[in-house]
T-cell receptor
Framework: EPEVTQTPSHQVTQMGQEVILRCVPI?????FYWYRQILGQKVEFLVS????????KSEIFDDQFSVERPDGSNFTLKIRSTKLEDSAMYFC???????????????FGEGSWLTVV | RKEVEQDPGPFNVPEGATVAFNCTYS??????FFWYRQDCRKEPKLLMS???SGNEDGRFTAQLNRASQYISLLIRDSKLSDSATYLC??????????????FGQGTRLTINP
């Protein structure tokens, strides 16, 4: 089965440092996403990306966050100056089409645990 | 009001029991509906889509009531391996671009031997 891969699986960083989380979406997918889940809380949408630009972003995705597709395979999430409250699991996901329904599944990566100390 | 609201749980049931989860969503424009399963510190995994006509996949039955904005999941003959958090998920059609998934808080289920 195709899979979305994420690196690193776990990162500890000091408050104020920049962090880049990397993702390799499924090769023929066109839509890419980042979600996050703070420990004990629900999974929350951060941003969607299509055709080399942000498609939609949530209120969480402020100026400290950015996404990039630097080459044909990677999709990155950058947090410029991390805060304690950025500690969470960050999930990358991809899909073939923009409409999510039973015939068009969204695939999640295994996540990157970010701990800000 | 929360966009997607689920039974808080946790549910602790013996192996072989039948367990039911409920979920309500606030946005009547929600497009698609799903149940996901999430194991501890793992990614959400699609369990099944939910249709108005009701659908079944083995021991799992899902139902959608659009008029009441209510979604349910029934697990029959529960197995130890069913222990997980079950996430109710809906999609909204954005003004442009891709749909996003809106997750409920999740209901934790533990099946006891």
């Amino acid at each position: 089965e195709p899979e979305v891969t994420q690196t690193p699986s776990h990162q500890v960083t000091q408050m104020g440092q920049e962090v880049i989380l990397r993702c390799v979406p499924i090769s023929n997918h066109l839509y890419f996403y980042w979600y996050r889940q703070i420990l004990g809380q629900k999974v929350e949408f951060l941003v969607s990306f299509y055709n080399n630009e942000i498609s939609e972003k949530s209120e969480i995705f402020d100026d400290q966050f950015s996404v990039e597709r630097p080459d044909g395979s990677n999709f990155t999430l950058k947090i410029r100056s991390t805060k304690l409250e950025d500690s969470a699991m960050y999930f990358c996901a991809s899909s073939d089409g923009g409409l999510i329904f039973s015939g068009n599944t969204i695939y999640f990566g295994e996540g990157s645990w970010l701990t800000v100390v | 009001r929360k966009e997607v609201e689920q039974d808080p749980g946790p549910f602790n049931v013996p192996e072989g029991a039948t367990v039911a989860f409920n979920c309500t969503y606030s946005n009547s424009a929600s497009q698609s509906f799903f149940w996901y399963r999430q194991d501890c510190r793992k990614e959400p995994k699609l369990l099944m889509s939910v249709y108005s006509s009701g659908n079944e996949d083995g021991r799992f039955t899902a139902q959608l009531n659009r008029a009441s904005q209510y979604i349910s999941l029934l697990i029959r003959d529960s197995k130890l391996s069913d222990s997980a958090t079950y996430l109710c998920v809906v999609t909204l059609l954005p003004s442009q671009g891709a749909q996003k998934l809106v997750f409920g808080q999740g209901t934790r289920l533990t099946i006891n031997p």
